[in-house]
């Protein structure tokens, strides 16, 4: 065993043992250490026995234990935890010193962090983490930003503990500055949250409106696995429909509908707000979960509220096609808003952001890997400056031949009463976005006519406002403007 650590690991929950355990299993020699120190003796005489980890029960210990300059990943609860151990452990770094936070953290606090410790000479990275228990031990996808010098250090171990595409490249590589990769991690879990809510919505369709079987639903799904839909959470959907429980009977049926979330989704939805993006559909499948949680107020309201009792008389298997279709084409809508999101932040915060290289590193690794990813990495070689991705050729042509499908399963959704929020409001942006004249002309004047917030014409140039005294008794002084 060598005298010294590659690398140091605070935080020995399952993430945190888990990538100790890759990080070993790759050639590199990794000190941990954990607030209860108890957990590094029981780990290294269990999991870590006899492996390349060295044990340390003391901030001081781990330090020690480092090679220089010394590196030192965070495996710790986001928020006051990670900023009380940074406080720890800056008495005992030198500068040049590197402090990775591996969390899920908030961007803007990944921001402050890299500047508070790049003003005391040290370097900081804050980089997600995707992939769960699994990905984390054996390969996860990184998405890193902080101090760019900082890279260099880290660079060696973490692309060779990160998961590979089918040609050997890591599903890691820098994102950017201070808050960068939180942020793209961040995205991450909202599409996340978005393909689940899809998915769900689908499972929803064919469950309530075609009354399938968790088995029939669990090879419609493994039919989707082997096409456009190919991705982890279709193959982990078609798993677990067919999973039983003790008595035989599919165990998805007796999981309370009550979904829970951990704040990341809710932050995706924050940040388009703060952005001026409309992010409809990763918001949607946030509310979805809120209302989900309603579970007593919705058995309450379902015994007084009513709907159309779901019937459906057309071709099975025609439907199905269709479905596969709209989810196919909504899924779209929900990577198309994400990179959005990601150019008006990369503008915002002064990023240079590879949008072409972040769909690389989710092809594996983590919970959205999917064939498509490769897709949406050949639209920016295509074009990397690509404002939006229905602009790409593929993607128009895909929506297009998409579309009528699209709307037929949505039209008999809602005349049957199947609650589809996050494919509802998918289409609903398509056809704002292609629409050349929306209704917001009479909202201007709404505003303009109670609160004199004045609104441009289409017969003057962009940027000239007027205000119309509508009553006659108004006045003409106008308020100021505001444009998202």
Same mark, same amino acid.
């Given at each position: 065993m060598?005298?010294?650590?590659d690398?140091g690991?605070?935080g020995l929950a399952?993430?945190?043992?888990?990538?100790?355990?890759n990080?070993?299993?790759h /050639?590199?020699?990794?000190?941990?250490?954990?607030?209860?120190?108890?957990? &590094?003796d029981?780990f290294? #005489?269990?999991r #870590?026995? /006899?492996?390349k980890?060295? /044990?340390t @029960?003391s &901030?001081?210990?781990l330090?020690?234990s480092?090679?220089t *300059?010394?590196t030192?990943?965070?495996m710790?609860?986001?928020?006051?935890?990670?900023?009380?151990?940074?406080? @720890?452990?800056i008495?005992?770094l030198?500068?040049?010193? &590197?402090?990775?936070d591996?969390?899920n953290s908030?961007?803007?606090?990944?921001?402050?962090?890299?500047k508070?410790?790049?003003?005391?000479?040290?370097l900081?990275?804050?980089t997600g983490v995707?992939?769960?228990?699994e990905?984390?031990?054996?390969g996860?996808?990184?998405?890193?930003?902080?101090?760019p010098p900082?890279?260099?250090?880290?660079?060696?171990?973490?692309?060779?503990i990160?998961?590979?595409?089918?040609?050997?490249?890591?599903?890691c590589d820098w994102?950017?500055e201070?808050?960068?990769?939180?942020?793209v991690k961040?995205?991450?879990?909202?599409?996340e949250?978005?393909?689940?809510?899809?998915?769900?919505?689908?499972y929803q369709?064919m469950k309530?409106l075609?009354?399938?079987s968790a088995?029939?639903? @669990?090879?419609?799904?493994?039919?989707?696995?082997?096409g *456009?839909?190919?991705?982890?959470?279709v193959e982990i959907?078609?798993?677990?429909? #067919?999973f039983?429980?003790?008595?035989?009977e599919?165990?998805?049926?007796k999981i309370?509908?009550?979904a829970?979330?951990?704040?990341t989704?809710k932050?995706? =939805?924050?940040?388009s707000?703060n952005?001026?993006i409309?992010?409809t559909?990763?918001s949607?499948?946030?509310?979805?979960?809120?209302?989900?949680a309603m579970?007593?107020e919705?058995?309450e309201? =379902?015994?007084?509220?009513?709907g159309p009792? *779901?019937?459906?008389?057309?071709d099975?298997q025609?439907?199905?096609?269709?479905?596969?279709?709209?989810?196919y084409?909504?899924?779209?809508?929900?990577y198309?808003?994400?990179?959005?999101l990601?150019r008006?932040?990369?503008?915002?915060?002064k990023w240079?952001?590879?949008?072409?290289?972040?769909?690389?590193?989710w092809?594996?690794?983590?919970?959205?890997?999917?064939?498509?990813l490769?897709?949406?990495?050949?639209?920016f070689d295509?074009?990397?400056?690509?404002?939006?991705?229905?602009?790409d050729p593929f993607f128009k042509?895909?929506?297009?031949?998409?579309?009528e499908?699209?709307r037929?399963v949505? =039209?008999?959704?809602?005349?049957?009463g199947?609650?589809t929020p996050?494919m509802?409001?998918?289409?609903?942006?398509?056809?704002?976005?292609?629409?050349?004249r929306?209704?917001?002309?009479?909202?201007?004047a709404?505003?303009?006519?109670? /609160?004199?917030?004045?609104?441009e014409?289409?017969?003057?140039a962009?940027?000239e406002?007027f @205000?119309?005294?509508?009553?006659g008794?108004g006045g003409t002084?106008?308020?100021?403007a505001?444009?998202?």
């Amino acid at each position: 065993m060598n005298d010294k650590a590659d690398i140091g690991l605070v935080g020995l929950a399952v993430m945190g043992e888990n990538l100790v355990l890759n990080m070993e299993s790759h /050639g590199f020699t990794v000190a941990v250490f954990n607030r209860t120190v108890e957990k &590094v003796d029981k780990f290294l #005489a269990g999991r #870590a026995k /006899g492996k390349k980890i060295i /044990g340390t @029960h003391s &901030v001081p210990e781990l330090v020690a234990s480092l090679k220089t *300059p010394r590196t030192i990943m965070l495996m710790v609860k986001a928020g006051a935890p990670v900023d009380e151990f940074i406080e @720890h452990i800056i008495p005992h770094l030198e500068k040049g010193d &590197v402090v990775i936070d591996g969390g899920n953290s908030h961007f803007p606090d990944t921001i402050r962090r890299t500047k508070y410790l790049e003003s005391k000479g040290l370097l900081f990275i804050g980089t997600g983490v995707s992939g769960g228990e699994e990905g984390a031990l054996h390969g996860p996808s990184i998405m890193p930003g902080g101090s760019p010098p900082a890279w260099q250090y880290v660079k060696p171990i973490f692309q060779s503990i990160a998961a590979k595409v089918a040609d050997g490249t890591p599903c890691c590589d820098w994102v950017g500055e201070n808050g960068a990769g939180h942020f793209v991690k961040m995205v991450h879990n909202g599409i996340e949250y978005g393909d689940m809510q899809l998915i769900c919505e689908a499972y929803q369709i064919m469950k309530e409106l075609l009354g399938m079987s968790a088995a029939e639903m @669990h090879d419609v799904f493994e039919k989707w696995n082997k096409g *456009p839909l190919d991705s982890y959470l279709v193959e982990i959907t078609r798993d677990i429909l #067919a999973f039983k429980d003790t008595d035989g009977e599919p165990l998805v049926n007796k999981i309370l509908d009550t979904a829970g979330q951990k704040g990341t989704g809710k932050w995706t =939805s924050e940040e388009s707000l703060n952005l001026g993006i409309p992010l409809t559909l990763i918001s949607e499948a946030v509310y979805a979960r809120c209302l989900s949680a309603m579970k007593n107020e919705r058995v309450e309201a =379902s015994k007084v509220l009513s709907g159309p009792k *779901p019937k459906f008389a057309g071709d099975k298997q025609a439907f199905l096609d269709d479905l596969e279709k709209a989810l196919y084409a909504s899924k779209i809508i929900s990577y198309t808003q994400g990179y959005v999101l990601l150019r008006a932040a990369a503008e915002e915060y002064k990023w240079n952001l590879n949008y072409g290289g972040i769909a690389l590193l989710w092809r594996g690794g983590c919970i959205i890997r999917s064939a498509f990813l490769g897709k949406i990495k050949e639209a920016f070689d295509r074009n990397p400056n690509l404002s939006n991705l229905l602009l790409d050729p593929f993607f128009k042509e895909t929506i297009e031949k998409s579309q009528e499908a699209w709307r037929r399963v949505l =039209s008999a959704s809602v005349l049957n009463g199947i609650w589809t929020p996050a494919m509802a409001t998918a289409l609903n942006y398509f056809d704002g976005f292609r629409n050349v004249r929306l209704p917001a002309n009479l909202l201007q004047a709404q505003r303009d006519y109670f /609160g004199a917030h004045q609104y441009e014409r289409v017969d003057r140039a962009r940027g000239e406002f007027f @205000h119309t005294n509508w009553t006659g008794h108004g006045g003409t002084t106008a308020s100021s403007a505001y444009v998202v």
